[in-house]
């Protein structure tokens, strides 16, 4: 029962480095959504990728921040020369198809931390 | 002004007890609506969907006022297992695909 994987559980950059966050859809599901929650804050979603296609980016800052989801393997959510503030727990969330009625499933995240 | 409002509470209640949440949302085009739980460091996990007429799951009815313009949710016979953070969820353009979540309302069932 295969549910939305996301690698590394945690993971601990330096700043200046770069963060690569990883999210496998569930079976079947070929729309990927990360998100990012911030200490004692609520969700905040971030984009909303289909294969090979970013649909909606509108939550990603315009900088530093990049995500991609290739024909083949994983989506890839990607922080370049991470800063303090980028520290927070980032979920992946997948559908099987596109609709406003549609609930998504989360992955377990990846909490990132930035010395 | 937020897309989603809820109250963070917490609400700390007796086991058995019944306990209601509300949440408000500002987008009156927001199409649909959910409730998710999420614990502590974890993932959020869909509780139910909530629908025009209002639904019931168990233990769990959820509401819907357009009018208004909230939802809430009803939990019947408290447990313990049903301490989480309770968030509301609207999915608020037409045809988009992505939720807006709530901060969440923490509600902690002591024996």
């Known amino acids: 029962n295969a549910g939305v994987m996301q690698n590394p559980r945690h993971l601990v950059r330096r700043r200046g480095q770069e963060a690569r966050l990883r999210c496998s859809p569930m079976k079947g599901h070929s729309h990927v959504y990360w998100y990012r929650q911030l200490p004692e804050e609520g969700l905040k979603f971030m984009v909303y990728l289909q294969k090979e296609n970013i649909i909606d980016e509108s939550g990603m800052p315009k900088e530093r921040f990049s995500a991609e989801f290739p024909k083949e393997g994983p989506s890839i959510l990607r922080i370049q020369q991470v800063v303090r503030g980028d520290s927070a727990a980032y979920f992946c969330?997948?559908?099987?198809?596109?609709?406003?009625?549609?609930?998504?499933?989360f992955g377990d995240g990846t909490r990132l931390s930035i010395l | 002004r937020k897309e989603v409002e809820q109250d963070p509470g917490p609400f700390n209640v007796p086991e058995g007890a019944t306990v209601a949440f509300n949440c408000t949302y500002s987008n009156s085009a927001s199409q649909s609506f959910f409730w998710y739980r999420q614990d502590c460091r974890k993932e959020p996990k869909l509780l139910m969907s909530?629908?025009?007429s209002g639904n019931e799951d168990g233990r769990f009815t959820a509401q819907l006022n357009r009018a208004s313009q909230y939802i809430s949710l009803l939990i019947r016979d408290s447990k313990l297992s049903d301490s989480a953070t309770y968030l509301c969820?609207?999915?608020?353009?037409?045809?988009?695909?992505?939720?807006?979540f709530g901060t969440g309302t923490r509600l902690t069932v002591i024996p």
């Open positions: 909530v629908y025009s």
């Open positions: 969820v609207v999915n608020v353009r037409t045809g988009a695909n992505n939720l807006f």
């Open positions: 969330a997948s559908s099987p198809r596109q609709g406003g009625d549609q609930p998504q499933h």
